[in-house]
């Protein structure tokens, strides 16, 4: 086939740089070897049996059809419920679009509101994915540098900087994957107010909002009132609270002429999501908080687990993640790139994680603690050995 009869916009999508890494660690878990891996972008503990339960018997009772495109109405009733309970937000059912999964709600939100050339800024490092959907719309990342100092967060004055006349979109990741940064209440208003003031639309991932530690409380950056809730879009979903990455849900409130844009595109996209992940979601939302909040605690021992072996090798520094599962850990003073380093990792040590490169950061890689503690102190025990002879 002739590459040039391909769409011109997939030139501008890079390919991934850690995939030469993980299918490397598969092919040697294949073979025998010992690899473990700290790679997992998902809870490791399974999905709740009532949540099953629930899919079983919508299964069973013929619920396997086509819904209405944006959801079913019992369950964007549910998330509008939750939406007002836990983050104080007030969206109708009408201004909530389930979706394939929270990836899905971003990039239907970016496709409705980027036109080519609108520049869409970015806190750096960042998701994987977020540059390549600006560039899929054929809009323009800007991206901000964050730094230690600041706990891997940008300022209001750093943001007031990179705005220009064609900033359409600011992406909001909180807590994050990879840093696990949490914005405070603070720094939401004055970002929020930044945005009101240049009228910018936010795309607030919040997906990891039941994952956070140290008591912190979630704070969404659409409820400081209506003109900010007006210009943002706040995407969630059941993937990493319960346990349910494999269902492929996912949902976003938003002002009702954004949702009609989105819903007319999921319409012409991928139309419904999964009904039976429907039921299976519903009955999740239903449920008391018991399962997120077990894990959450699970996670965050984990974390200070890991934070205390890393506390002990000299050549690593790292900001404390205070959400998510993930620990993002600069690696300057081995004098590595991050490839390399992850590539040396897995051949010399049997040890799978992922290089920084892809979210923004060369001199950084991400570890997950989405394993268990056997695993982890395995692993760690093998990091410690490898820095001691490099």
Not at 20 to 47: C, H, N, Q, W, Y
């Amino acid at each position: 086939m002739r590459i040039d009869l391909l769409a011109q916009r997939l030139l501008k999508i890079n390919p991934s740089s850690t995939l030469a890494i993980t299918s490397k660690a598969k092919r040697l878990m294949s073979e025998g070897k010992d690899v473990i891996s700290l790679a997992a972008g998902e809870p490791d503990f399974d999905t709740p049996d009532f949540i099953k339960d629930a899919a079983v018997e919508a299964i069973r009772t013929g619920f396997t059809k086509y819904t209405p495109t944006t959801g079913i109405p019992e369950l964007k009733k549910a998330i509008s419920v939750k939406f007002q309970k836990e983050n104080s937000l007030t969206y109708a059912p009408e201004q909530i679009i389930v979706s394939c999964g929270a990836k899905h709600s971003i990039f239907n939100a970016l496709l409705v509101l980027v036109d080519r050339g609108d520049e869409v800024i970015i806190p750096d490092p960042y998701w994987v994915s977020y540059p390549e959907m600006v560039n899929l719309c054929e809009g323009k990342p800007v991206f901000i540098k964050t730094s230690p100092d600041n706990n891997l967060k940008i300022t209001a004055n750093e943001l007031k900087k990179h705005i220009t006349p064609k900033t359409k979109v600011l992406i909001l990741n909180s807590p994050s994957n990879p840093t696990g940064c949490v914005y405070n209440k603070a720094e939401l208003v004055e970002i929020a107010q930044i945005c009101v003031k240049n009228k910018i639309f936010v795309i607030s991932d919040e997906i990891y909002e039941k994952i956070i530690f140290d008591g912190l409380k979630h704070i969404s950056i659409a409820s400081f009132g209506k003109d900010i809730c007006d210009l943002t879009i706040t995407v969630n979903g059941l993937s990493k609270s319960y346990s349910m990455t494999g269902w492929r849900i996912g949902y976003l409130g938003c002002a009702r002429k954004i949702a009609d844009a989105i819903s007319n595109l999921q319409d012409h996209s991928t139309s419904n999501p999964a009904s039976v992940s429907q039921k299976a979601a519903l009955a999740a939302l239903n449920a008391p908080d018991d399962f997120a909040k077990k894990i959450c605690k699970e996670f965050e021992r984990r974390r200070d687990y890991v934070c205390s072996r890393l506390d002990k090798m000299a050549k690593l520094t790292y900001v404390k993640p205070q959400g998510a599962f993930y620990l993002f850990f600069n690696i300057s003073k081995t004098k590595l790139d991050s490839l390399t380093m992850a590539s040396r990792l897995l051949d010399e040590a049997l040890i799978a994680l992922i290089p920084g490169e892809g979210f923004g950061r060369k001199d950084f890689c991400r570890l997950s603690f989405a394993t268990s503690m056997e695993s982890l102190e395995k692993a760690l025990n093998r990091l410690e050995e490898w820095l001691a002879k490099l």
